[in-house]
């Protein structure tokens, strides 16, 4: 959601400052006519296709790479997500009530992950699945401040973390172990977010949890919130974020504390560097999990461009990271209670993790209906950096996979 509070912000200074602005001006008092921009339309639909596969040269038996969500299957392809997405957007510089929405459906093997618990939960011993993935009405009121408070209502991504379900907005086809399992994917609720001026926003609203929606496995409300900073006219970002509820099955008392730190700088035109710190800690099972991820990002041209992600995320009490073989078996986890999970899903014990990632995003020069299409392929190496044996049908210490996803938007 920062992200796209600082796109607006960086657009209206684009707009405000560029020549063709200052051409219409000079036309003006030239008396010649000129002509009024067509505004961007409020209501939209698309979506995209991303489709990948990754390759582990150790084959392991179960066809698992450990510590994976999205990409989890080794030497498979996979289509991720199938997407359309129904949206009326609030735009910026809104000076009454304003209202909008989005509901957003996907279809693909990313649904196994981001299932929230009495939504679609009946559909998840397929490989391929459905599900909504955001589904809330927005609301614009011009209180408090010039820019007002905008308000959801209904289900919406997390605000923690960097990386999100939409893969247009990740750099890398694979993700962090923070993304994977120091943060929540999906609330349901009430979300507010008070512009207090251009440079902070304030975020706080009501969930029922995390991944949760229709039914929530101890009926018990969650806070989420935090903070926004835009600064150095959008060349620095920083968004802290908070939820914190009980998350435990038939347990309204003992809470999980999520707490996400993401600074994004801009280094030069082409240079962004990106630091994600995470904590965690859930009180009913007392354990812990905190890391960082850093990125850099390098722009060569319109074309090409080059990522490199470095991690350590320490899962102090072997609570967090595991392998799911069955195709509902992260769902069951997260509803807890008697359930029978695949005897190949597996945890990697008290270990500490770290990940190195090296990959490219291409934006071939091509037409429509292809002038959407994003190539990514990456190499990523894990390890075990304290000597536990999580990777491979818990055989080794390490993990290396190549991949590759094709991204198509329309």
Not at 40 to 69: A, C, H, M
Not at 151 to 172: H, M, Q, S
Not at 202 to 212: D, F, H, P
Not at 225 to 234: E, M, P
Request: glycine fraction near 10%; charge should be negative.
């Amino acid at each position: 959601m920062l992200k796209s509070i600082s796109s607006s912000l960086t657009v209206s200074l684009i707009l405000l400052a560029s020549p063709l602005a200052l051409a219409g001006d000079l036309s003006a008092v030239e008396g010649k006519a000129t002509a009024s921009p067509t505004p961007e339309p409020r209501f939209k639909v698309y979506g995209w296709i991303d489709t990948g596969i990754t390759f582990n040269p150790n084959s392991p038996r179960d066809n698992q790479n450990f510590g994976r969500l999205f990409d989890d299957r080794s030497n498979e392809p996979l289509l991720n997500q199938a997407v359309v997405t129904f949206e009326r957007t609030l735009p910026g510089g809104l000076t009454g009530f304003d209202w909008g929405f989005k509901l957003q459906g996907l279809v693909g093997s990313d649904a196994r992950a981001i299932h929230s618990l009495g939504l679609l939960d009946n559909t998840v011993n397929e490989r391929i699945e459905p599900d909504i993935v955001e589904a809330y009405l927005a609301l614009h009121f011009p209180i408090f401040s010039p820019g007002g408070v905008d308000l959801k209502l209904g289900k919406f991504v997390t605000l923690e973390g960097n990386e999100t379900i939409d893969p247009r907005a990740n750099f890398f086809y694979s993700h962090t172990y923070i993304f994977n399992f120091g943060i929540p994917f999906n609330h349901t609720g009430a979300l507010a977010v008070w512009h207090t001026t251009p440079q902070v926003d304030l975020y706080a609203g009501v969930t029922r949890g995390v991944n949760t929606s229709i039914e929530d496995n101890n009926d018990s409300a969650a806070f989420h919130g935090g903070i926004g900073l835009n600064l150095l006219d959008g060349n620095f970002t920083l968004f802290a974020t908070t939820h914190i509820g009980p998350e435990t099955r038939n347990d309204n008392h003992d809470n999980r504390y999520v707490n996400d730190v993401t600074f994004t700088a801009k280094l030069t035109k082409k240079l962004t560097a990106i630091t994600d710190l995470n904590y965690v800690y859930d009180e009913a099972a007392d354990a812990t999990g905190y890391g960082v991820a850093q990125q850099f990002l390098y722009a060569f041209n319109d074309i090409f461009s080059l990522g490199v992600r470095g991690e350590v995320w320490r899962d102090a009490d072997g609570f967090y990271v595991a392998s799911f073989a069955a195709n509902d078996d992260a769902l069951d986890s997260l509803r807890g209670g008697n359930v029978t999970l695949d005897p190949r899903t597996v945890g990697g014990g008290r270990t500490t993790y770290g990940d190195i990632t090296v990959g490219l995003n291409i934006k071939p020069p091509v037409k429509k209906p292809l002038a959407g299409l994003v190539i990514r392929p990456e190499l990523r190496y894990d390890r075990s950096l304290n000597d536990t044996r999580s990777f491979n049908d818990s055989r080794d210490r390490d993990q290396f996979t190549a991949a590759l996803d094709i991204i198509l938007s329309f």
